[in-house]
């Protein structure tokens, strides 16, 4: 079988454009999705919390511990670890307005399943092949046809090389009939990028991290996933992010976070007390545009 290309789009490009190619193609690279600035800025932030933190798995299960790594580093909650991704990468436009129009038409509301840094130090293994969305078991029966379970960002905080650890990814297997085969590593391609450059990609595709086979580079990602908000998220966010910290980012942001109630279609509302929004309740200002676009129906102009 030939292997299709990852395509690459520019963070300039049409968002239409650019969820017409996810769509076709399971995932893409986003060159220059973060200025030269924002990546400094933001490694710099997620120095010294990386440093607190030791490799490997904190599991006991073999098989998670292989997928997490032996040598690889997770830094979750990373809303409270920096204030450019609350402010800035969370909040990022191109990235919302590929991800509304994924999800508003099948689902309504998205939030935020989970946002880590993973970084996967020398001599590493490769990381099992797999499908983010298979942490929701029918997503995965139901196969290609099924609406869209999450929607992958990952972000290039250092240069990917296939050499030290570059994501492998299988476009078009997000169209395959049989969600169990989760293909072989000789149908992989690297997503190899330039620091800032992002991978925007569908539950539904087949990838996993590289093996990193140098002996003194670190590759460093920060991965967020955005999903239905009738799905659990894989971080509980309101239990972990002060509400100090919440009550000074947007009411978008805030709704990312779990902090405001969803609503996903036919749904009159999720995640609320009282029959109430749960913004109001926990004393939060403000409105969320998307909503009223989701309310009318619109899915363009974003």
């Known amino acids: ?64 511990k292989e997928f997490h790594g032996s040598n690889t580093k997770r830094l979750t909650n990373v809303t409270t670890h920096s204030k450019i991704f609350r402010h800035q990468i969370i909040e990022n436009e ?54 869209e379970a999450t929607m992958n960002c990952l972000i290039a905080l250092t240069d990917f090389t296939e050499e030290n650890g570059a994501t492998r990814l299988i476009p078009g297997s997000h169209l395959w009939e049989d969600y169990s085969d989760l293909g072989s590593p000789d149908q992989t391609l690297p997503a190899v990028m330039k620091a800032g450059d992002a991978i925007l990609m569908s539950g539904k595709t087949v990838h996993g991290g590289g093996s990193n086979k140098t002996t003194d580079e670190q590759r460093r990602a920060l991965a967020f996933t955005l999903q239905c908000s009738y799905l659990t998220p894989e971080e509980a966010n309101p239990f972990i992010i002060g509400l100090d910290i919440i009550k000074s980012i947007s009411p978008r942001a805030q709704r990312l976070l779990g902090f405001r109630s969803q609503f996903p279609k036919p749904s009159p509302g999720l995640w609320q007390s009282d029959y109430s929004e749960i913004a109001d309740v926990i004393g939060l200002t403000g409105d969320d545009p998307a909503l009223e676009r989701l309310r009318q129906g619109i899915n363009v102009n974003v």
């Open 1 to 64: 079988m030939t292997a299709v290309p990852i395509p690459r789009v520019s963070a300039t490009d049409d968002p239409e454009r650019i969820t017409q190619v996810l769509r076709q193609a399971g995932a893409l690279i986003v060159e220059g999705l973060l200025s030269r600035d924002q990546v400094q800025d933001l490694n710099n932030e997620l120095d010294k919390p990386l440093e607190a933190i030791s490799s490997g798995s904190k599991h006991n299960v073999d098989l998670i």
């Open 94 to 147: 191109l990235v919302h307005a590929v991800a509304e129009r994924v999800f508003h038409e099948d689902s309504g509301t998205y939030w935020m399943g989970a946002a880590q840094v993973i970084q996967i130090g020398p001599g590493n293994k490769a990381q099992p092949l797999h499908r983010d969305q298979s942490q929701y078991p029918i997503f995965d029966l139901l196969g290609s046809k099924a609406p």
